[in-house]
């Protein structure tokens, strides 16, 4: 079972596009759920969204969280407490760059690689400029 | 038995985006079945720069356009199917 992906933005558009890109090159191997914007409606996150999005997945191949900004940090972090310590355990939230490390981690999960796996994935996408 | 094979080749990309997103999610993914380390340089642009086969986002970074020439190097126990299975995926324009 591959890793899924949760990609959390204060933009559902931001959220929504990120996740096009990543299930282009996942080619359908990969669960991505896209949460965007506050309860309202507005720019914003929401635990709860985060939440669900993840209950939503199978979480036995483990998932990984990627933010747009870190003010979504604690949304997602207040999203982690929610779930269940058997659940949470297989959640990790990524210090990666949204667009980036979403394609990357992506890519990774395609290929049947394990959570940790694609978490440095998407990490090392922070040290890999545009212009090489 | 060798464990440590080394391979190479040259070779002319001719799909019409070169090695954008989805055709260089399709390489790295093929660059995964294999335990090589393989390296690739964009010979066209004549920069020494190396990206690792593995990583999406340095492929990508090479730039690699229609009409590029690239070399594969793979160093492994594998490294000849790597670069032959690389290869077949690129003259096949990504199964175009």
């Known amino acids: 079972m591959s890793v899924a992906l949760v990609l959390v933005s204060h933009s559902a558009r931001l ?34 969204a985060i939440l669900e999005a993840i209950e939503s997945l199978d979480t036995a191949g483990g998932v990984l969280l990627l933010v747009d900004l870190g003010s979504a940090v604690l949304s997602a972090e207040t999203a982690l407490e929610q779930l269940a310590p058997e659940k949470r355990e297989r ?5 990666a760059p949204f667009v980036e490390g979403a394609v990357a981690a992506a890519v990774e999960a395609s290929v049947g690689s394990e959570l940790e796996a694609v978490l440095a994935t998407a990490e090392a996408a922070r040290g890999q400029g545009k212009l090489g | 038995m060798s464990s440590e094979g080394e391979a190479s080749a040259e070779i002319t ?15 790295v993914r093929t660059a995964a079945r294999y335990r090589s380390r393989i390296q690739v340089a964009n010979l066209t642009r004549g920069d020494s720069r190396q990206a690792n086969a593995r990583s999406l986002l340095e492929v990508t970074a090479l730039g690699i356009d229609r009409g590029h020439s690239i070399r594969l190097s793979a160093t492994g126990e594998d490294a000849e199917d790597a670069v032959k299975a690389l290869t077949e995926l690129i003259r096949s324009n990504f199964g175009a």
């Open chain 2, 13 to 27: 990309v001719e799909n019409d985006h070169g090695l954008h997103l989805r055709p260089a999610a399709d390489f």
């Open chain 1, 91 to 95: 959640v990790r939230l990524a210090d």
């Open chain 1, 15 to 48: 959220a929504e596009g990120t996740r096009d890109l990543a299930e282009q090159v996942a080619q359908g191997a990969v669960p991505i759920r896209a949460v965007g914007g506050a309860e309202d409606g507005s720019l914003g996150t929401n635990a709860f």
